[in-house]
């Protein structure tokens, strides 16, 4: 759909925070349009084709999760969670369900609009580059090498993979589901254990400060989200 | 189902009908053996068959008398000389002997399988009975508090005609079946549950049994049961059997309990998610408000600052609130911790993100040691602890006084790491020195965040100590488990 604005539907059944974030995503050059609960966000999702979906999780009638999947079924809008601190598990269930990321309440409008813009910025990106560049970090797809600051770093086949999986979604979190999904193919026996001591080792590979990570951030209770911007 | 019927080798009836065959037989014998002319081998055949017959139907006795009366007229009719009773050859003591002979062992025989058949019989009743109380006791009813149900089957399964239950732990001891309560003998009681096997007396020709019930070496109650009753083998496994229904009730009594347990604490849980979701959600809306006027205001700075105090207090107001929330999550025993492997990097810049307005412009130096390894701690309450010392640390100080954040490996202990919040404030407050002797009273808001802080270290393994800072000021040491590490 070609439109001057992307568009933006809001999903909150708190009226304040409905009109507030529609008045300032049109303010930040938005077009926004608004919906009170799960079923309204469903039926204004199918009519309108948004170009991006926030969604609170909890609301009356269908909850932000049926929105997910309502909105995947159709196709791959981005989705943004508006979650609350403390309830982890609502969170990861929404991105294993195929949100692409989530803000905690009491979140900034500040914070909102960086995800945005992120989200907006990779679903309008065509298919993922041969290589990666990030500052300092240097990710060759096609060759599979790495290069950190000018050196060479050796990675295993699966520490390469974690990373090339994380730099894909760069800025964007990552649920330890879904790396055991893509890495190791959903392998049974592969725990949330096996793939913190990969990311250990992949961390002290690439870090140049491996207790203040610059490039693998930790979610807590969710998993990781690559934390530079492609260059 | 009632009592066993007596094992009795062959019946009395059957017995006399034998008696009374004797004579006929051997004179039917003998009559066709005349008749036809057949030869003595032949005859003596004849004879044999008949004697096998008669022992095997009316037992040894019968077969000896039959056989004295077949070799008499064996001898008398076909022998010679023919017409005497002489025995004239040795041969013919052999007949005899061998008419003796066949039906002793015939009797026997036919006595051995008989009474095995009677055996067969008992037993197959007595597992029927078993069969049909097990059936009763554990498939029928699975509703809990069945007990004196379960009781009264058992009664019933081995023919009692009055009984009661005496169960420790699970009630008062229940009459079951029977108008008129049984007298208990206290001597006999104690003996069953000393010896554990079934006491039986039979006093006034009423039987009478004390039957313990056990299962896998616990003693949880008596049978006392009176009447026809079936033999011991029957009592002690259906003693087992109701034993195993009294376990069941008590097992069916817990897990009810437990489910007790499991909804209360999901009430509190989905409580607490709501709550938090009601309060949060309108902070959300005064924060996005604050923003928007922030920006509107940007050319008037008069009231940018009290916009700047709004956002200050909303701040404070959220950190009171998640404090809150963090204590009830503590005392509804909700609040599990999740440990993974957390640089202490990641966790200072998520503190010092989360109190941005309570920090503003404050200098906070956070430094964490170049071979200092990550916590193996729960990320989010980690974050909790360090965000309400820092929080401590900036009501402590004045608001351009810089805060520290240091982590380390423990110097005496490698598997610890030490997170510290140091500031140059006043250093520690009275009662904060009290609580280090162990006497913790709790003091206004700071004491909360302290709490919490203290609590939630010690939910991850770990511990808050606070001390004096040389040259003035506080440091907050937070003690957590190192992550192991990893094998590569």
């Known amino acids: 759909m070609s439109r001057p604005n992307p568009l933006i539907l809001v999903v909150d059944d708190d009226p304040s925070i409905r009109q507030s974030l529609v008045r300032e995503l049109a303010l930040a050059g938005y077009d926004a349009v608004a919906a009170a609960d799960g079923v309204e966000g469903k039926a204004v999702f199918e009519e309108r084709r948004p170009d991006l979906v926030i969604t609170d999780l909890a609301m009356p009638r269908a909850d932000g999760h049926a929105v997910i999947a309502a909105v995947r079924r159709v196709d791959q809008t981005p989705v943004i969670v508006l979650s609350v601190r403390g309830e982890e598990e609502d969170k990861v269930r929404a991105l294993d369900l195929g949100a692409d990321d989530y803000v905690s309440k009491p979140f900034s409008l500040r914070e909102l609009l960086a995800r945005v813009r992120t989200q907006i910025r990779r679903s309008g990106a065509g298919a993922a580059p041969e290589t990666f560049r990030f500052p300092d970090l240097e990710i060759d797809r096609g060759r599979r090498t790495v290069v950190q600051h000018g050196r060479d770093v050796r990675l295993t086949p699966t520490e390469f993979a974690i990373l090339e999986l994380l730099a894909a979604q760069a800025g964007r979190p990552v649920t330890l589901r879904q790396i055991i999904a893509t890495v190791w193919k959903g392998a049974p026996a592969t725990t949330t254990d096996t793939v913190r001591v990969h990311v250990g080792s992949l961390r002290r590979k690439i870090e140049p400060d491996p207790a203040n990570p610059r490039y693998i951030g930790t979610e807590p209770w969710v998993g990781y989200r690559f934390l530079a911007e492609p260059l | ?488």
């Open chain 2, 1 to 488: 189902m009632g009592t066993l019927r007596r094992v009795r080798m062959i019946p009395m009836r059957s017995r006399a009908f034998a008696w009374a065959a004797i004579l006929p037989a051997v004179a039917m014998v003998t009559a066709i053996g005349r008749g036809t002319g057949a030869d003595a081998t032949t005859i003596g055949f004849f004879f044999l068959v008949v004697v096998l017959g008669l022992a095997a139907w009316g037992g040894w006795a019968v077969g000896a008398a039959a056989s004295v009366a077949a070799m008499l007229c064996f001898n008398f009719f076909f022998l010679p000389p023919f017409g005497t009773l002489a025995i004239a050859e040795p041969a013919h003591w052999v007949a005899l002997l061998a008419f003796l002979a066949a039906s002793t062992l015939a009797s026997r025989l036919v006595a051995t399988a008989r009474s095995q058949a009677v055996e067969a019989q008992r037993r197959r009743r007595e597992v029927e009975i078993l069969y049909d109380l097990c059936f009763g006791l554990f498939t029928v009813s699975q509703r809990p508090g069945v007990l004196g149900d379960a009781a009264a089957r058992t009664l019933q399964a081995i023919g009692a005609e009055a009984g009661t239950l005496l169960i420790d732990g699970v009630g008062p001891p229940v009459s079951v079946i029977g108008d008129e309560r049984l007298e208990i003998d206290s001597a006999l009681l104690e003996r069953a549950l000393e010896s554990r096997e079934v006491v039986a007396t039979t006093p006034a020709g009423l039987r009478t049994a004390y039957i313990p019930l056990q299962v896998g070496g616990t003693l949880n109650g008596v049978l006392v049961a009176r009447g026809p009753l079936a033999s011991r083998s029957v009592l002690e496994p259906a003693g087992r059997l109701l034993a195993l229904a009294v376990e069941r009730e008590r097992l069916l009594a817990e897990s009810a309990w437990l489910e007790g347990v499991k909804e209360s604490e999901a009430l509190k849980t989905s409580l607490l998610r709501a709550v938090s979701h009601d309060l949060r959600t309108p902070l959300t809306a005064m924060g996005l408000e604050i923003e928007s006027l922030d920006r509107q205001l940007a050319d008037r700075p008069e009231a940018l600052a009290s916009v700047r105090g709004l956002s200050l207090e909303r701040e404070r107001l959220a950190r009171r609130i998640d404090n809150l929330l963090a204590l009830a999550r503590l005392e509804a025993g909700v609040a599990r911790p999740r440990p993974e492997p957390v640089p202490p990097g990641s966790l200072f810049r998520a503190a010092r993100e989360s109190l941005s307005s309570i920090l503003d412009g404050r200098p906070v130096a956070a430094r964490v040691e170049p071979r200092c390894p990550d916590l193996w701690t729960d990320p989010s309450l980690t974050l909790e602890i360090l965000v309400n010392l820092l929080e401590n640390a900036a009501r402590a100080t004045p608001p351009k006084e810089p805060i520290e954040l240091d982590a380390a490996r423990d110097p005496e202990s490698p598997e610890r790491v030490f997170l510290e919040v140091r500031d140059r404030g006043p250093g520690l407050p009275p009662s904060v020195r009290l609580w280090r002797g162990g006497e913790f009273t709790e003091s206004a808001s700071g004491g909360l965040g302290l709490r919490i802080a203290r609590s939630f270290a010690e939910t991850n393994g770990g511990a808050l100590v606070l001390l004096d800072r040389p040259g003035g000021g506080t440091i907050a040491r937070v003690i957590l488990p190192a992550a192991p590490e990893e094998v590569t």
